[in-house]
């Protein structure tokens, strides 16, 4: 009997995709029956659209099949391990990144924390966490809480790394995006790293990290890789 292997989900709502895909023909096709050179125009414009909106579902499904575990490597990769962290994963789905890092640690420990909204990832639930981590052998170095990043139950300087991946940009305003990243600046130690992974407001994530002390600088996604679109902040924490 085959074991189990691990399942860490589809990012975003691939049925919203879907309906997105069929609206966008179904509009094209009644704009271009209609006789009106300016329903023409229209036509081809929704034609454009829905066709850049068809290769960032193509991007989007390789990133998901074949990109997710090697983006995951990538940002792991940034950490100088002694495998004695106390680490933070935000936003944590299905432990993509929390599983991860419990590997490279010895004696260390790593906490996820999510909301765990339904329209971010199919399945998306503390449970899958569980499991995930149960079938990877690293249940004994996790901890899944529910809490919200732009406020936490964690005292100051607690953690070593705060790592995030495709989340902060879920927050919808500029204020709680902020808010969030004073709040990792918080409950991490001087000289701890955030790694912020996300395709959008990465400047915003640095001027914030900036202005409350933190170094920091922005790696671009690889032109034409599985996960171009992701860039990704990384920021230490000064020593006081």
Request: hydrophobic letters at 45%.
């Amino acid at each position: 009997m085959k074991s189990r292997l691990p399942d860490y989900g589809t990012d975003g709502d691939p049925t919203a995709m879907l309906l997105s895909l069929i609206a966008f023909v179904i509009v094209d096709a009644i704009l271009f029956l209609i006789h009106s050179q300016v329903f023409k125009v229209l036509a081809c414009l929704v034609l454009a659209s829905g066709m850049a909106f068809l290769s960032f579902v193509f991007w989007h499904v390789l990133y998901i099949k074949f990109g997710k575990l090697r983006h995951r490597d990538a940002i792991l990769s940034l950490v100088e391990w002694k495998g004695n962290e106390t680490v933070l994963d935000v936003g944590t789905g299905r432990g993509l990144l929390l599983i991860g890092a419990a590997k490279m640690l010895g004696k260390g420990k790593a906490i996820g924390i999510d909301i765990w909204r339904r329209q971010d990832m199919a399945g998306n639930g503390p449970e899958g966490v569980l499991l995930n981590a149960k079938l990877e052998g690293v249940s004994d170095k996790i901890e899944v809480r529910e809490e919200d990043i732009r406020k936490t139950s964690f005292p100051p300087d607690f953690f070593d790394v705060v790592f995030s991946n495709l989340c902060l940009h879920n927050i919808p305003s500029i204020e709680g995006r902020e808010a969030a990243c004073r709040e990792i600046a918080r409950v991490m130690k001087p000289s701890g790293v955030a790694i912020i992974s996300d395709g959008f407001h990465t400047n915003d994530y640095l001027a914030a990290f900036t202005k409350e002390g933190m170094e920091g600088k922005i790696i671009k996604g690889k032109f034409l890789s599985k996960s171009f679109w992701l860039h990704t902040v990384v920021a230490v924490k000064n020593v006081r």
